[in-house]
């Protein structure tokens, strides 16, 4: 497909954010050309603290001269923007209800997860615990992905979607936390159809090159 | 307008939850008829356990015989599956992205102080502090109201939409935390508009007689 022309399209972001690379997942799969405008987020620029005023946070996306915040709001802003591309959504309003819970359930639980093995989980037993927790996510989004993908190799179906875009972004730290923690966390016997989804979305080609490796990640932290 | 026949909807929950009363705004928006399943908290029904095994939580929106759980996504699927009712999300992306923003910024930020009003805030310093960041929030969202409205009547424009719903659910606590702090959040001379929008958007018909009054609230704490 032909890339849009959007040269009025900015992305204010750093590659280590997992909501920026959303961002970035969404608008490969709609083919929008942007801009990355990388931020420091020590020395936040001016257009970041004007485009999003509230919480001063990345990703941003500015579309013309209207900026759009927070990660799971932008990808849907590109997927009814940008309508004929492919569809990030599915179509049905139920598959749509159970595609915004679990991208929540991901943000809260997983992220959550990631982020206290990364900062609070210092001694085994608070690491174990989170890997406790790694396994509890981790089977419900297996079985979320079995009934949503129905047989195909997303969860989107054939092709990616919301919730590929919402939990692919994570796959780049949750490999520094297998790194880190000396585990598979998506592991071929407890959770296969997500171990085997993850190489799928990683080598899709909005996905690819824009997913972080973890060398990349662990020298961001 | 004659309500939709919708025998099949069944809405769990109690009076006293924001998130509850936010799903009931939607559905009376729409005029869809629905059962209301009282659930206690401290017994929690088969049927409860059953339609939201994630999270066990109220609101559950059972429609036919698919659950929908979380109160925006609840809110989203009735504005999609009930579409030849008024609209509930703006239409065009942008304004929709904003309203998301602002729903997700009221649940974490307001829906916070008050939270830590009615749990944390014991002593006279946590008590300021939370007051400041009610002060903070009310002003940030008269702001918005101020642009969403364009001079009309609610968020939505002429007629209640996602943020009146979506911050509509949370004055009866609001009301229970200005009684208890003696002190006036929305204020005539700080938020005058959003406290005029308070007083419409209790006297809509979808919100009227849904909404309960402190006392009641109080005798759920």
New interface residues.
Partial sequence: MAASISSDVKLLGFRASPFVNRAQFALNLKSVNYEFIVEDTDNKSELLLKSNP?HKKVPVLI?GD?P???S???V??ID??WSDGPSILPES??D??IA??WA??IDDKLFGSIMKWLTDAKDEESKAAVLEKFSESLG?LEEAFVKSSHGKGFFGGENPGYLDIALGCHLGWLKVVEMDAKVKLLDETKTPALAEWSHRIQSHEAVKGTLPEPDELLSAL
Wanted: no cysteine.
């Fill in positions: 509230v579309h209207k759009v915040n927070e799971l709001v932008i849907q802003y009814e923007t309003p139920y749509r209800a915004r819970f929540a359930y419900l």
